[in-house]
């Protein structure tokens, strides 16, 4: 499933009535090493081991990370990803398009 910022996409949330892609990648989007990259992923993945989660990639050219889409209210989330030193994540709700959310710091 293709999510597109601006775009719905119902099919991806899986019957949840939200959720957030979100990642530890490359945090405030300096690149980091792929070994560092994978170990923050599990990291973040282990934070959220309450919530229902799926795993999800995010691309744009040569640009590629993992993400995880997490199923819920996108509050917790949002503060991981902060913790996380991420720029922005993507929230999805069910019957509206895909939004970019930028995070403040």
Known sequence: MEVRVGRRADAAL??????TLVTAWNPLSRRMADGWNQRMQRNLAARLGRFRTRPAEGRLGAWH??????????????RLARRF????VVILHKAAPARLMLLAY
């Open 14 to 19: 899986g019957g949840a009535r939200s959720a």
């Open 65 to 78: 990370e993992a993400h995880l889409l997490v199923a819920g209210d996108p509050r917790a989330v949002l």
């Open 85 to 88: 030193r991420q720029r922005a």
